[in-house]
């Protein structure tokens, strides 16, 4: 009997090829429930109007301005070719600037932040809590995750809107993505284990949205209290017909959302399609309870689960920050910076990005800080020839031949790449990480990818100037023939007038005619009145 | 606080080519005991002379090539070489046996191809097949084992190490202690229509293999079956050498018992356990993916039987090995994994 389809999706586990099983350090942030006594307000917030994949939001106030906890700072704005969200205050205060600073991102280039100095008294705007939600419409319901400025929190930012937007109608499961793999990072298991219900009611509004009846939860194997937890909260809020909780296997990077599908499904998603082409709709638990915080509070995403952890943390731990505050104030939250501390990453410690200060902003991205002491990345590694030892293909779970791509990448032999369907990479890090010549493999491919789009966009604007060419070309012939089809025509016609009598006879009425009116005509008007009359 | 900014994976390697060499050197020990029992310490005083003309050559090479010498001899790859290629010759050759062997796969396979990671050729089959070609006579002085001659005869070490520098001292001679070996005689025997079981008469013969090469054999299968354990090699091309030389030859061996000989003496006479586990799996010059390994396992089979049935030397593997480095990239070309959501 074949298990994988999408009929049997969650019943039957399956496998992806590779993955790695790394040591977990999730026990070092998570072991302790979160702090009873709240993160102190920061006195300024650094806010990115870009945290979210897409454009970046339109600003809808100014420097001097006053704004209150929750009120909306950026919109998406009209011109929707492009995905947008909102940004809203995270505390009540004065906007003192708006300017360029640091943010997380790989480039580490500066970006467009608004920044709020606090007042201290934490006003919210008005709130507009609903007391039942299943009267809404799925319109007003996906309106209100909009202007909440709700977007995937499990690192890859995209505006939830428009994903279920895009998906109604087409979907029919659900997944609620709580398999976190990277080691270390302990936000959604904390978050499952501290608030089950409020994903669990996340899920039943979103069931709603899509108009679905399976939604499964996946988290690790290990995940047993967060197991007990959700069961729990399924059977309170009577959705044990509808909702399911699955344990996958621990193996990174069992969380990648097409990695979980096929665990889950036994199936693929389609080279270049997206899982709602399969009827699937993956989101974060996260991203599930900040629904439930959008649509039943009325509370916009102003806050987040962050992992503050490493052995250059003193006390690791889950915190619940504010979108903008200093990640400064978050250390100095947790007990500050052991003396070994050499760097700091925002992220897992496979895919997360090197931060340059902790002067930069928590953002919606930000599941994890990660501190680590110079014992944990050890020297700067060497950077050696590959040997071809196959160890990347081994552990790639997409498929791919690593080592061929840094090779034709290097030799900048971009056209392979296609061939080498360098697409399908993922970015997970494994290669990068089992490497034994330490070859920074996923920055090659992030950059053979960019060179494969800027070629593309070359060879799309060049196909269009040879279109362009060709169609001009060809409009030039077509008005040629038809000029000549339509002097031949007239030839014929002239020739083939069978009264030749009469023709002649008009003629030489016609130039009678002209000779009284023009005695003095010039012999070139004779032509001149000929193509008149022939045109 | 500012940092300096790091990119991922923010952890520290699980693993380094030193340590891939380091390993395959230690996996190595137990076989070069055992042959160290059977055939003297001369064995050893070849690795050490490979040895040295190796790193100085590697050094000397990469001075001119203008590259970073630490990192480079610091990777063990050329004593890993050196190793293999001493472990092929006779362990009473000249010295300077391993001094062309070395540059032969030192300056010519190795840094004239691009030095490490860049060559086709496996070098220290590249070294055997040079010195073996050049110098035939010396390359067939392999001595009888331990057991077939007197314990008194064994060369000790000064009088290998004279042997190995300044050639056969006069109390002794070639003949005295040098031996036909299992496989020499098995392609004469069955060249001269003789039976298996007459030719297996000879005392050169073991249980299974030759006497003495089938314990050494057993010892290096041992040290790969660390190798593998350790996910140093995987599994794919010893298994598919020794898997495709059992399949190949038992259809004979049972056809007609009396001229082929039975699978398990292919497998262990010569240096086909060796190079399964460690020549073979030479990652630079093998194939990458797990079906492609198993095709240049297979081809290694086939070209080994081949050339000891009806090829001009009694042992094929080092031809069998470089024949097959050709075909690597072809192989590798054909065996690509389907990528994920790619039609299948």
Known sequence: ?535 | MEFSRSGAPHLPPENTVSKVMLQVILALIPGILAMVWFFGVGVLIQIALSILFAVLLEWAMLKLRGKPIRPFLSDYSAVVTAILFALCIPPLAPWWISLVGMIAAIVVAKHLYGGLGQNIFNPAMVAYVVVLIAFPLELTRWLAPRGLIDVELLPGLLQSLQTIISGLPANLSWDAITQATPLDLLKDGVEQNQMISEIRQAPVFGNYGGRGWEWIANFFALGGIWLIWRRVISWHIPVAIIASVIMITLPAWLYDPSSNPIPLQHIFSGALVLCAFFIATDPVTGCASRRGKIIFGLGVAILTLTIRLWGGYPDGVAFAVLLMNMFAPLIDRYTRPRAYGKPR
């Not at chain 1, 280039?109 to 934490?122: F, H, Q, V, Y």
């Not at chain 1, 679905?212 to 309170?236: F, G, H, N």
Request: include cysteine; charge should be neutral; glycine fraction near 8%.
């Open chain 1, 1 to 535: 009997m074949d298990h994988s389809s999408i009929e049997n999706i969650g019943k039957h586990l399956h496998n992806f090829p590779g993955g790695l099983k790394l040591k977990h350090y999730k026990a070092l942030s998570c072991s302790k429930p979160l702090p009873a006594q709240q993160l102190p307000l920061s006195q300024e917030y650094i806010i990115p109007v870009s945290q979210h994949l897409g454009r970046p939001a339109e600003i809808i106030v100014s420097p001097g301005q006053q704004v209150k906890k929750g009120q909306p700072l950026s919109v998406p704005g009209n011109a929707s070719s492009t995905p947008g969200a909102y940004v809203h205050a995270p505390t009540s205060g004065e906007i003192v600037a708006i300017e360029q600073r640091p943010v997380p991102h790989p480039s580490g280039l500066n970006s467009t932040c608004i920044i709020l100095r606090a007042d201290g008294k934490d006003d919210w705007i008005e709130l507009e809590p609903v007391t039942d939600y299943r009267q809404l419409s799925r319109q007003q319901l996906i309106q209100r995750v909009q202007m909440a400025g709700i977007v995937g929190l499990g690192g890859a930012v995209f505006p939830t809107d428009i994903k279920l937007q895009g998906g109604a109608g087409s979907i029919d499961t659900l997944i609620l993505n709580g398999a976190e793999c990277e080691p270390y990072i302990s936000c959604d298991e904390t978050l499952m284990k501290q608030d089950p219900e409020k994903i669990i009611q996340g899920a039943l509004i979103l069931s709603q949205v899509l108009n679905i009846k399976r939604v499964l939860v996946a988290i690790e194997d290990p995940m047993d209290a967060c197991y007990q937890k959700l069961q729990t909260s399924i059977k309170t809020l009577g959705a044990a017909d509808c909702i399911k909780v699955v344990r996958v296997p621990m193996l990174y990077p069992e969380g990648g959302e097409r990695q979980l599908i096929q665990v889950l499904s036994g199936t693929e998603v389609p080279a270049g399609k997206l899982p709602v082409s399969m009827g699937i709709l993956v989101l974060n638990v996260a991203t599930a309870a900040a629904i439930k915080d959008a649509i039943i509070d009325g509370k916009p995403l102003i806050e987040r689960l962050v992992t503050v952890t490493g052995a250059g943390i003193c006390e690791p731990q889950n915190v619940v920050a504010r979108i903008g505050t200093p990640i400064a104030d978050l250390i100095s939250f947790c007990g500050g910076y052991t003396p070994g501390i050499a760097s700091l990453v925002m992220g897992g410690p496979l895919m997360g990005i090197g931060l340059q200060s902790d002067s930069l902003p928590i953002i919606k991205a930000s599941n994890c800080i990660l501190a680590l002491t110079h014992a944990d990345i050890s020297s700067p590694q060497v950077e050696m020839p590959c040997i071809n030892c196959g160890d990347c293909v081994g552990v790639c779970p997409a498929g791919l031949l690593p080592q061929t791509l840094q090779m034709v990448i290097r030799a900048e032999n971009f056209e392979a790449l296609e061939e080498l369907n360098l697409d399908a990479c993922i970015e997970c890090g494994c290669c990068d990480y089992i490497c034994p010549s330490h070859i920074p493999l996923v920055d090659y491919f992030r950059y053979g990818k960019s060179e494969q789009r800027v070629r593309t966009v070359e060879r799309k604007q060049s196909d269009l100037a040879k279109l362009r060419f060709d169609r001009r070309e060809k409009r030039l012939a077509k008005q040629q023939t038809e000029r000549r089809a339509r002097h031949l025509k007239r030839k014929q016609a002239l020739a083939g007038s069978s009264d030749k009598k009469d023709s002649v006879a008009a003629a030489i009425a016609r130039a009678k005619a002209r000779k009284q009116a023009l005695t003095t005509t010039p012999r070139d008007s004779d032509s001149n009145t000929d193509s008149g009359e022939q045109s």
